[in-house]
């Protein structure tokens, strides 16, 4: 399998495929091609946002967007992991809390975040705090719902077993159901930081003050057209990242997976 | 090291069951799985239950490892009564139940782990019983990176580093191919020589029952009750060539007919030691 990735056809179709849409998204944009439906004649070209990612780079705004923006997804996270998974693990060993905390959290459940925005701003006086709730919650039902499969769908058989060799229930949540439970939690934390990317942006776009949704927004409205899709390209870029993160740190947390079967 | 315990645990290991029954499932799908089952099982002596799959057999195996209550009647272990799983009744399953995030040496440590015992003393004594299934050198290893007889000799001396009073077994060798079951059987009659721990092992190979036990105890299909109790005959220490002597396939062919008594009937699906599975209240999508 570690062979593979260096023959030629594993990276050198996927590197002309992309080459070949940002040559159609140039030729588009030059042609300034209209269809009547759609309309590339504001479309900036690879080449004006390469230019405007390039001046972003070197000036301090950047630094200034971004730093916000993560403070942001940071702190929402965090909120979201502590609670959603706190929540999931009692939720899925206790079945007092499943009856009484699992009810209004479905009837939440569905809810959009984004269509937390305006009650968010109401109860909150700062808009940092609601923005930062409007990611929490984003982020929170994806790792709470994970982290309760997640402890399902532990093996009874490994809990039978651990109770045999004398696990007390204190022990069993940190030896047995925990680690169980991890691969899940793991995969609903990586779920849960795309969302929170979502909403920020989102929440930035719509209240917001500075942060990289706030700065693609206000390019719009300043009809600085190439800086729109320098932040959307940054958007992606810090989504997957913070992503691929949690993944990294997931397999360094548990190296029984990598020889696993 | 293991003289003074062999005499020590001669002692104990003395399991009395008394009209036992048990119901698994619960609402409408509960059945009695085992019904009015009388057994007095001796300190030391090796029992192997046997009966055709679904009879209720790892039933009667759960509920004295403590993981099933019974509806009825009364299970002693030395004379007090089975109040929920305990290392002092071991269970090995057909399929190991290693903790796949733990080192082959902290899965049969986690006992002791579990009582608190600093980690240095708690690997010296794991160690020692690795090498005594011939797993030294696999310390570090996870459980996926060994073979299935290897992970079920890990699970054995795990279930041994509690220093079991019953060594309670659920099919441990169904899982694997017949040449390793038979190094296993061997294994598990040598290790039982030395540690002289009461085993209850449950299986519906007749050959390997014959092989192992110094009684066998039939069940019929659901419910289960008991049929047949025997005494086997044969000397110990026990080689292949048993198989092929005449007493055994008398023996042999004797229980075939008791397992067989019914062939016509739909057989049954195989029960867990822990019960009904238990179905999850509520499924959820993401």
């Given at each position: 399998m570690t062979d593979r990735r260096f023959t030629p056809s594993a990276w050198l179709l996927p590197a002309a495929s992309l080459l070949v849409s940002v040559l159609l998204w140039q030729a588009l944009a030059a042609s300034r091609l209209h269809l009547g439906v759609v309309t590339f004649a504001n479309v900036p070209s690879p080449v004006e946002v390469l230019r405007a990612g390039w001046d972003l780079l070197q000036s301090p705004k950047l630094l200034f967007h971004l730093g916000h923006s993560l403070v942001r997804v940071f702190a929402g996270f965090a909120a979201a992991a502590l609670l959603g998974i706190g929540l999931g693990l009692l939720v899925g060993r206790a079945r007092w809390a499943r009856s009484t905390l699992l009810p209004p959290l479905e009837v939440l459940?569905?809810?959009?975040?984004?269509?937390w925005i305006p009650l968010s701003v109401l109860v909150f006086p700062s808009s940092e705090v609601s923005m930062i709730f409007i990611t929490f919650i984003g982020a929170l039902f994806p790792i709470l719902l994970a982290t309760i499969h997640g402890v399902d769908s532990v093996d009874e058989r490994l809990i039978a077993s651990a109770r045999s060799l004398g696990a007390r229930r204190w022990q069993l949540f940190g030896e047995v159901i925990v680690p169980g439970a991890a691969p899940a939690i793991i995969t609903g934390l990586a779920i849960g930081m795309g969302t929170c990317w979502f909403c920020l942006v989102t929440a930035e776009m719509i209240s917001?003050?500075?942060?990289i949704g706030y700065y693609t927004w206000e390019s719009y409205t300043l009809q600085n057209y190439a800086n729109i899709v320098v932040g959307m390209l940054l958007i992606g870029l810090l989504g997957m990242g913070s992503s691929a993160l949690i993944r990294f740190a997931g397999r360094r947390a548990m190296p029984w997976q990598r020889g696993g079967a | 090291m293991n003289a003074p315990l062999h005499a020590l645990q001669a002692q104990t290991g003395r399991v009395a069951l008394s009209s036992v029954s048990i119901r698994v499932g619960s609402g409408a799908d509960a059945f009695t799985a085992v019904q009015e089952v009388d057994l007095d099982i001796a300190p030391g002596e090796f029992v192997c239950l046997l009966g055709?799959?679904?009879?209720?057999k790892s039933t009667l195996l759960g509920a004295l490892a403590g993981h099933l209550q019974p509806a009825q009647g009364r299970i002693l272990l030395d004379g007090a009564a089975i109040n929920g799983p305990s290392p002092e009744r071991g269970l090995v399953f057909q399929h190991h139940t290693l903790l796949p995030w733990r080192s082959v040496i902290d899965n049969v440590a986690f006992g002791l782990k579990m009582r608190g015992q600093p980690r240095a003393a708690r690997h010296a004594a794991a160690r020692a019983l690795l090498e005594l299934v011939g797993l030294?050198?696999?310390?570090?290893?996870?459980?996926?990176?060994?073979s299935g007889g290897m992970q079920q000799r890990v699970e054995i001396a795990r279930v041994l580093l509690g220093q079991p009073r019953v060594l309670l077994m659920d099919e441990p060798f169904g899982a694997l191919d017949a040449l390793t079951r038979l190094k296993m059987q061997q294994l598990l009659l040598d290790v039982w020589d030395r540690f002289g721990t009461t085993v209850v092992f449950v299986t519906h190979d007749i050959d390997e029952a014959l092989f192992l036990a110094d009684r066998i105890v039939v069940m019929s299909p659901?419910?289960?009750?008991?049929?047949e109790d025997i005494r086997l005959p044969f000397a110990r220490?026990?080689?292949?060539?048993?198989?092929?002597?005449a007493d055994f396939n008398t023996l042999k062919r004797h229980l075939l007919a008791l397992l067989h008594h019914d062939a016509d009937a739909a057989p049954l699906p195989r029960l867990s030691p822990l019960g009904a599975v238990r179905p999850h209240e509520l499924q959820f999508a993401i």
């Amino acid at each position: 399998m570690t062979d593979r990735r260096f023959t030629p056809s594993a990276w050198l179709l996927p590197a002309a495929s992309l080459l070949v849409s940002v040559l159609l998204w140039q030729a588009l944009a030059a042609s300034r091609l209209h269809l009547g439906v759609v309309t590339f004649a504001n479309v900036p070209s690879p080449v004006e946002v390469l230019r405007a990612g390039w001046d972003l780079l070197q000036s301090p705004k950047l630094l200034f967007h971004l730093g916000h923006s993560l403070v942001r997804v940071f702190a929402g996270f965090a909120a979201a992991a502590l609670l959603g998974i706190g929540l999931g693990l009692l939720v899925g060993r206790a079945r007092w809390a499943r009856s009484t905390l699992l009810p209004p959290l479905e009837v939440l459940r569905p809810i959009p975040a984004v269509a937390w925005i305006p009650l968010s701003v109401l109860v909150f006086p700062s808009s940092e705090v609601s923005m930062i709730f409007i990611t929490f919650i984003g982020a929170l039902f994806p790792i709470l719902l994970a982290t309760i499969h997640g402890v399902d769908s532990v093996d009874e058989r490994l809990i039978a077993s651990a109770r045999s060799l004398g696990a007390r229930r204190w022990q069993l949540f940190g030896e047995v159901i925990v680690p169980g439970a991890a691969p899940a939690i793991i995969t609903g934390l990586a779920i849960g930081m795309g969302t929170c990317w979502f909403c920020l942006v989102t929440a930035e776009m719509i209240s917001g003050q500075f942060g990289i949704g706030y700065y693609t927004w206000e390019s719009y409205t300043l009809q600085n057209y190439a800086n729109i899709v320098v932040g959307m390209l940054l958007i992606g870029l810090l989504g997957m990242g913070s992503s691929a993160l949690i993944r990294f740190a997931g397999r360094r947390a548990m190296p029984w997976q990598r020889g696993g079967a | 090291m293991n003289a003074p315990l062999h005499a020590l645990q001669a002692q104990t290991g003395r399991v009395a069951l008394s009209s036992v029954s048990i119901r698994v499932g619960s609402g409408a799908d509960a059945f009695t799985a085992v019904q009015e089952v009388d057994l007095d099982i001796a300190p030391g002596e090796f029992v192997c239950l046997l009966g055709p799959s679904g009879c209720g057999k790892s039933t009667l195996l759960g509920a004295l490892a403590g993981h099933l209550q019974p509806a009825q009647g009364r299970i002693l272990l030395d004379g007090a009564a089975i109040n929920g799983p305990s290392p002092e009744r071991g269970l090995v399953f057909q399929h190991h139940t290693l903790l796949p995030w733990r080192s082959v040496i902290d899965n049969v440590a986690f006992g002791l782990k579990m009582r608190g015992q600093p980690r240095a003393a708690r690997h010296a004594a794991a160690r020692a019983l690795l090498e005594l299934v011939g797993l030294g050198g696999f310390e570090t290893r996870y459980p996926a990176q060994l073979s299935g007889g290897m992970q079920q000799r890990v699970e054995i001396a795990r279930v041994l580093l509690g220093q079991p009073r019953v060594l309670l077994m659920d099919e441990p060798f169904g899982a694997l191919d017949a040449l390793t079951r038979l190094k296993m059987q061997q294994l598990l009659l040598d290790v039982w020589d030395r540690f002289g721990t009461t085993v209850v092992f449950v299986t519906h190979d007749i050959d390997e029952a014959l092989f192992l036990a110094d009684r066998i105890v039939v069940m019929s299909p659901r419910p289960g009750r008991i049929i047949e109790d025997i005494r086997l005959p044969f000397a110990r220490p026990r080689d292949a060539s048993l198989s092929t002597s005449a007493d055994f396939n008398t023996l042999k062919r004797h229980l075939l007919a008791l397992l067989h008594h019914d062939a016509d009937a739909a057989p049954l699906p195989r029960l867990s030691p822990l019960g009904a599975v238990r179905p999850h209240e509520l499924q959820f999508a993401i």
